[in-house]
């Protein structure tokens, strides 16, 4: 196979259709049918809405992302497809499209890692070589601290969630200030008027390595708005976001400290928030750290990203997935592949 495959990718884990076709490490296409309107009424992901919504924007995605990329399905080399973690209904519906595909057309399946993904998409950037690094993985419900030597045959976890992850804690934040859904974005935007140091919430397990636990901070930010009802919320937004970005950079740059690597991946979807992208450009260049963050419109969930990772994963040598895999909910960060 060409040492610059080809490759579709499928995301469906939670509420974005997205379809990703890359050619080696450079980005084709990237289309992304989101449903989270349809959502944000009911304060959260509804597993049923986002299944339905996969299953009729599914069609329409991949004739436009093919259409984008200027390609054909006979032209592909490889069809990669999220297993998981994510929302079993949702999963299906991808994996089953992928399946179809691929058996159709008489093409590999690489069932991939749906977190290691947002790793992957790093690879995207052909301006940079593919180098040993620390990983910061921070989504809506994974926060993890990752050794990247080989991102398609396997990585190290350093350390990870316990309870809540910082996506988690910006939802739930944000639902106790009566913001909009998706809480993220929602505080991101608040913050940006009030004063990050003007309340000291509390750092979460700092005296751990590598382990990430918000629930205390959420419990910290709930009981000061109780306690202070006239409290500026702009302030509240600031100090709370700067308590998780603190936590997430220390334990980043102390991973990169302690293994020697010299270069920072930071991915996910909390990796859009402008006060953690802003920090952690200031703290890496104080310490020579390397930082490589996905362009905004990689950070979220994308099929540029799962296309990213089954092209590295052909390109190694790994082989395919066995037709008929399943998907599941949850699955260890250093399964990059399913067998």
């Not at 190290?156 to 993220?184: H, M, Q």
């Not at 200031?282 to 540029?304: F, S």
């Amino acid at each position: 196979m060409s040492s610059q495959p080809l490759v579709l990718g499928i995301e469906t884990s939670c509420d974005e259709t997205s379809v990703g076709i890359v050619r080696g490490r450079t980005l084709l296409a990237n289309v992304i049918s989101s449903s989270v309107e349809e959502h944000a009424r009911f304060g959260g992901v509804v597993p049923e809405i986002a299944s339905r919504a996969h299953l009729e924007a599914m069609p329409n995605v991949i004739a436009q992302a093919l259409e984008a990329a200027q390609v054909s399905l006979r032209d592909l080399d490889a069809i990669g497809v999220t297993a998981g973690p994510g929302l079993i209904g949702a999963l299906l519906v991808g994996t089953s499209a992928a399946h179809g595909l691929a058996l159709a057309l008489d093409k590999p399946l690489y069932g991939v890692n749906h977190l290691s993904s947002h790793i992957a998409v790093d690879a995207l950037d052909e301006s940079k070589p593919l180098t040993p690094a620390i990983g910061l993985l921070v989504s809506g419900g994974h926060s993890s601290i990752i050794e990247v030597q080989d991102m398609a045959r396997g990585v190290r976890v350093l350390g990870g969630t316990i309870d809540d992850a910082a996506g988690e804690a910006f939802d739930k934040i944000a639902r106790i200030l009566e913001l909009d859904f998706p809480g993220g974005p929602a505080i991101d935007r608040l913050a940006r008027d009030g004063d990050p140091n003007s309340i000291n919430f509390p750092r979460g397990l700092a005296d751990s390595e590598y382990d990430f636990s918000f629930s205390g901070l959420k419990t910290a930010v709930s009981r000061y708005l109780q306690q202070t009802p006239q409290a500026h919320r702009a302030d509240v937004a600031a100090s709370f976001q700067e308590a998780i970005v603190d936590v997430l950079l220390t334990k980043a740059l102390k991973a990169c400290a302690e293994t020697g690597l010299e270069t920072l991946i930071i991915a996910g979807g909390v990796a859009a928030n402008s006060r953690l992208r802003t920090e952690a450009l200031a703290r890496t260049q104080a310490a020579k750290i390397e930082l490589r963050t996905p362009p905004i419109g990689l950070c979220t969930d994308n099929g540029a990203m799962v296309a990213a990772l089954t092209s590295l994963a052909v390109s190694a040598g790994v082989a395919p997935s066995t037709v008929g895999f399943s998907t599941l909910s949850t699955v260890p960060l250093d399964q990059p592949v399913w067998l």
